[in-house]
């Protein structure tokens, strides 16, 4: 019987300021993302997007950077993200920003913990007393540790949904000074491009599963901007200097060889941005990498 893949699109662009990435589920549908996993031999269901309020009519929730929508995209995304578990599915969340981790990771670990791999150019380990710009999707890992607003930490169960040894992030270059700080004492593994540049992009993904071998389930958290934009032009937050395409696959291939992959996330695509759908292309190659895609 084929393993089941749920595509689950969170058209939301709430979480920072640059506007566009509420197009990414459109634009990884248009690369064909469900035929790509269909021919790798997966049932595909699509359910089409959450809701997502529209960014312009919510100008009461812009002095709160929309805490409260972003709020209630996760709760709805904790749920899906749930309910696909319960029902052996594999979801795929596709964004949208980053901030959508909070509903999908939280939903995905409800009844058992799982190891995320965070594969991003930023930390995302800000709170609101320690942020530059206010942007929630810069706080949604601290926010699945436990740290920062009430109402962020509880979302879908009260409290914190991941452990610092639960987590792994790969790819990281660009953090602001005391996000820098407390990731340092964080307890979280963290493989910054030095690491990459210095070690292989092999040795620290093989490293990196190792850390996180007492549990039997994976989450990929695949924000786009951890690759180099020149391989990825259409993100919603540009660094340069990131993974290259190959660094990426191979980092895929390597999770995939487990066969512990239960769920992937999939974010911060800017379609107006782009050029010719080429991010959105290229997160269709290494998610059908991370379920099995090989070269032989």
């Known amino acids: 019987m084929a393993k089941k893949i749920r595509i689950i699109g969170v058209p939301v662009d709430l979480g920072q300021k640059q506007r566009g990435v509420d197009l990414g ?37 812009r002095d709160q950077n929309y805490l409260p929508s972003i709020l209630k995209v996760c709760e709805l995304l904790y749920q899906a993200g749930r309910k696909a578990i319960e029902e052996d599915c594999i979801p795929i969340f596709m964004g949208g920003d980053h901030s959508l981790a909070i509903g999908s990771i939280g939903g995905v670990t409800h009844h058992q913990a799982a190891g995320v791999i965070w594969i991003d150019a930023h930390g995302d380990f800000n709170t609101h007393e320690t942020t530059l710009t206010g942007n929630i999707h810069g706080m949604c890992l601290a926010s699945l540790l436990g740290l920062g607003a009430n109402g962020l930490v509880d979302v879908g169960r009260r409290g914190a949904k991941l452990q610092p040894a639960d987590v792994v992030m790969i790819g990281i270059r660009e953090l602001d000074p005391q996000e820098k ?116």
Do not use: C, W
């Open 25 to 61: 589920p459109g634009a990884l549908r248009y690369a064909d993302i469900s035929a790509r996993l269909a021919g790798l031999g997966y049932e595909v269901e699509d359910v089409g997007n959450i809701q997502v309020p529209v960014r312009d009519v919510l100008t009461g929730e």
């Open 181 to 296: 700080l407390r990731l340092r004492s964080s307890g979280i593994a963290v493989y910054t491009m030095r690491d990459i540049d210095e070690r292989g992009i092999g040795q620290v993904a093989r490293e990196a599963l190792a850390k996180l071998s007492r549990l039997s389930r994976l989450h990929v958290s695949l924000d786009l901007d951890g690759l180099d934009p020149i391989e990825v032009p259409g993100v919603g937050t540009t660094s340069p200097g990131g993974l290259t395409y190959r660094e990426a696959q191979l980092l895929m291939e390597i999770i995939a060889d487990t066969g512990q992959v239960t769920s992937l996330d999939i974010v911060e695509i800017n379609p107006i941005l782009d050029y010719r759908n080429k991010t959105a292309q290229v997160a269709v190659e290494l998610a059908a990498s991370l379920f099995g895609k090989s070269i032989m």
